[in-house]
């Protein structure tokens, strides 16, 4: 085998255009502990009321949210000569959940005149808020798990099998995006986006207490 391109002097191919690559998925997350980075965002909301916090919570099943990209990279590409068959490229795909885009935003609610009470119901919505968007953030993180790989694939000149090698590569990384956004899909089906969060764990998703605001 003769080494007809080294794809190392190619970091265009090395390492696909961000842009393309990375998917960005939004979602809404229990919560077992991620060691990855993750930046909270609190969204500021003043009621005038309890109640009006109440009422706001009951019309809107999200609340919360959990924003993620998958990172997808080719590593060690390269191409060859295969003799008669034509050329071969191939890399190792790695995929990971950028950290400098997962982000995790989270109620931040106010009225005149909190009680202490309404300050702990409040703590224990949004708290069952967080272990919700954890749950999306833990199932993204399951299925990336154990998926990099070596891909190969076979080209009549180097570009054509470069050029397959990326389309591989796109190929891959849609099928694990649109499976992950299907787990997501049903995850919050089955929780009604966490209103129903203690559902979850029949389903095998990540369970929790259920989300529920009321003003005492
Ligand atoms: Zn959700």
């Given at each position: ?17 961000a ?12 919560a ?5 980075p ?22 809107h ?11 997808a ?10 003799g ?7 890399a ?10 997962s ?19 409040l ?19 399951r299925?990336?798990r154990?998926?990099d ?5 076979y ?18 990384l ?18 009604d986006?966490g ?9 095998g ?12």
């Amino acid at each position: 085998m003769i080494v007809e391109d080294c794809l190392d002097a190619h970091p265009g191919f090395f390492l696909i255009n961000a842009a393309r690559a990375l998917v960005a998925v939004a979602l809404l997350g229990t919560a077992l502990p991620s060691a990855a980075p993750l930046t909270v965002r609190y969204d500021e909301q003043r009621f005038t009321t309890c109640e009006e916090a109440a009422q706001y919570a009951r019309e809107h099943d999200t609340v919360g949210r959990y924003q993620y990209r998958i990172g997808a990279r080719l590593e060690n590409g390269f191409a060859a000569a295969t003799g008669a068959s034509g050329y071969r490229a191939a890399a190792r795909v790695r995929f990971s959940l950028e950290p400098e885009f997962s982000v995790l935003e989270l109620p931040q609610w106010s009225w005149p005149g909190q009680s202490a009470a309404q300050r702990s119901e409040l703590a224990q919505f949004v708290e069952s808020v967080r272990l919700h968007e954890m749950g999306h953030r833990l199932l993204a993180e399951r299925a990336l798990r154990g998926r990099d790989a070596q891909i190969g694939v076979y080209g009549k000149d180097a570009e054509s099998a470069k050029r397959r090698l990326r389309e591989r590569f796109a190929a891959l990384l849609s099928d694990l995006t649109k499976e992950i956004a299907e787990k997501e899909n049903l995850y919050d089906r089955v929780t009604d986006h966490g209103i129903h969060q203690s559902e979850a764990e029949a389903y095998g998703f990540p369970a929790g207490p259920d989300i529920v605001f009321s003003c005492r």
